[in-house]
């Protein structure tokens, strides 16, 4: 009997460790993947997201931030800063429009990254609380409205600006909810005007964290009971997710 106790306790402690192991492959990728970068200049308030980008058009960096107390679900203030000058050069509040999200991406084309804050708030012609992508370039050091359009083809959970198809232009890349609660990648191309829709993936049952690290844009994907780490690639002139892990 006592040897029958030994031999149980050691078969609990084998599978427990079997599933430690499964945990911690689980969560290696996501672990340094998903691990923040330290922001170049020291701020006293606390950001919730930013982004650096060339948005003044001179080829040097910008930091631009959302400030806000971190106990609050969205921010505050749009906050941006010269890295070369080391300082502040621009802020506004923005907590009426419920800011949530900082993205920077040269949409058109024209070598000057533009501006986008994610906002939770109505619409003129869509009377109901939802995320929506206000975009905006910089001109003369401020922000001027270059797209506020009401929301994008379907509820959307995340997006972020990515080239995915190398012509030096970038796209809107979103995770967006089908009527069945299933999630694809979308992607839209600026037309001049608004944006239009270009290719989708095809639908997992959850697609989570889109995070643009080292010039490839990766996701988390969960389809029943397996979860993984997928990288969004053009081949073939279709959207595709790439399992990495």
């Known amino acids: 009997m006592k040897y029958s106790k030994v031999l149980i306790r050691i078969i ?6 079997l599933l430690f192991l499964f945990f911690v492959k689980e969560q290696r ?5 998903w691990k923040d970068q330290h922001i170049p200049i020291k701020i006293k308030e606390n950001v919730k997201e930013y982004a650096l980008g060339n948005i003044n058009g001179d080829n040097k960096d910008y930091l631009v931030v959302l400030t806000g107390a971190r106990w609050k679900k969205f921010g505050k203030e749009v906050v941006i800063f010269s890295l070369e000058e080391m300082e502040e050069i621009y802020r506004r509040d923005f907590s009426e429009f419920k800011p949530w999200k900082i993205a ?3 949409i058109d084309g024209d070598g000057k990254d533009e501006i986008s804050i994610g906002v939770y708030k ?8 939802a995320k929506r992508p206000f975009i905006y370039s910089f001109e003369d050091r401020k922000l001027e409205p270059k797209w506020r ?5 379907r509820p959307f959970i995340d997006y972020t600006f990515f080239d995915i198809d190398g ?3 970038d796209e809107i890349l979103s995770i967006e909810i089908l009527e069945n609660d299933r999630k694809v990648i979308n992607t839209y191309k600026w037309k001049g005007f608004g944006f239009e829709g270009y290719l989708e993936t095809k639908d997992h049952e959850d697609i989570t964290r889109l995070i643009v690290k080292e010039n490839k844009v990766y996701i988390d994907i969960k389809e029943g009971k397996e979860k993984y780490l997928g990288m969004i690639k053009l081949q073939n002139n279709n959207l595709i997710i790439e399992r990495v892990d």
């Not at 359009?149 to 083809?153: N, Q, T, V």
Request: glycine share 10%; net charge neutral.
């Open 149 to 153: 359009g009401s929301r994008l083809s």
């Open 122 to 129: 109505k619409s003129p012609l869509h009377q109901v609380m």
């Open 12 to 17: 609990l402690i084998f599978l427990m460790s």
């Open 29 to 33: 990728n996501s672990t340094l993947l």
């Open 167 to 169: 012509d030096g232009i």
């Open 104 to 106: 920077i991406g040269d």
